[in-house]
């Protein structure tokens, strides 16, 4: 079955702007977690989405926001970007609990923000 | 506030010899505990989970790992390693269902021929 799909691969934005990413889990999987990667920082959670509604949520601002369609696609959204916002964004899909089951990987949308 | 310490940022060892990763959590009661793998190039991928029962987890490609409740560790074991495991091992932790999971900061492995 395919993988966890994240679209776009590569982004480049200038300060100010804002970015949508975009995450298909696996077929079957309703749980979505998003996950920032910086060198140091490792691992930054963002938020989780089961069945359309945000369970869970990181000590982000509010400028990071997030929805899940009623197919399991999520996306995420950056406003008002900052250089530090600069990183690999990870989606990770689970059939129902990611803390019970564990997660399925995307590769990641390497944002650079200019 | 929960979290995952990794203590080894850089480990380099020579194929053959035995490897332990350091993981220690914050948080006490029940937890789940995870292994993940990041090989060069490549997206993250579970190695092994814990969440009752046997504390010793056995995972892929010859990995296991300890779960050691009174120092709240959860160690990275292999006794033999071989080239192809260079890459960068995440552990990783969550108080229980639908809890959000935090992550270590990650320690690269590097395995010298």
């Known amino acids: 079955k395919a993988g966890v799909t994240q679209t776009p691969r590569y982004l480049i934005k200038t300060r100010g702007q804002q970015v949508t990413l975009s995450c298909s889990p696996i077929s079957g999987h309703r749980s979505v977690s998003w996950y920032q990667q910086t060198p140091g920082q490792g691992l930054q959670f963002l938020f989780e989405y089961f069945s359309e509604t945000q369970r869970n949520k990181g000590n982000f601002p509010g400028r990071f926001s997030g929805r899940q369609f009623s197919n399991s696609r999520s996306e995420m959204n950056v406003s008002t970007l900052e250089l530090g916002d600069s990183a690999l964004y990870l989606c990770a899909s689970s059939s129902g609990d990611g803390g019970n089951y564990g997660y399925t990987f995307g590769s990641g949308t390497r944002l650079t923000v200019v | 506030a929960q979290s995952v310490s990794q203590h080894n940022h850089h480990v380099i060892l020579s194929e053959a010899a035995s490897l332990e990763l350091g993981c220690n959590y914050s948080y006490g009661g029940t937890v789940n505990l995870f292994w993940y793998v990041q090989y060069p190039g490549q997206h993250l991928q579970l190695l092994l989970k814990y969440f009752s029962g046997d504390p010793l987890v056995k995972g892929i490609k010859g990995f296991e790992a300890e779960f050691i409740k009174s120092k709240f560790s959860f160690n990275l074991r292999k006794p033999s390693v071989q080239w192809s495991d260079t890459a960068e091992y995440f552990c990783?932790?969550?108080?229980?269902?639908?809890?959000?999971?935090?992550f270590g900061t990650g320690t690269k492995l590097q395995v010298i021929p």
């Open positions: 990783a932790a969550n108080r229980g269902s639908y809890q959000k999971v935090t």
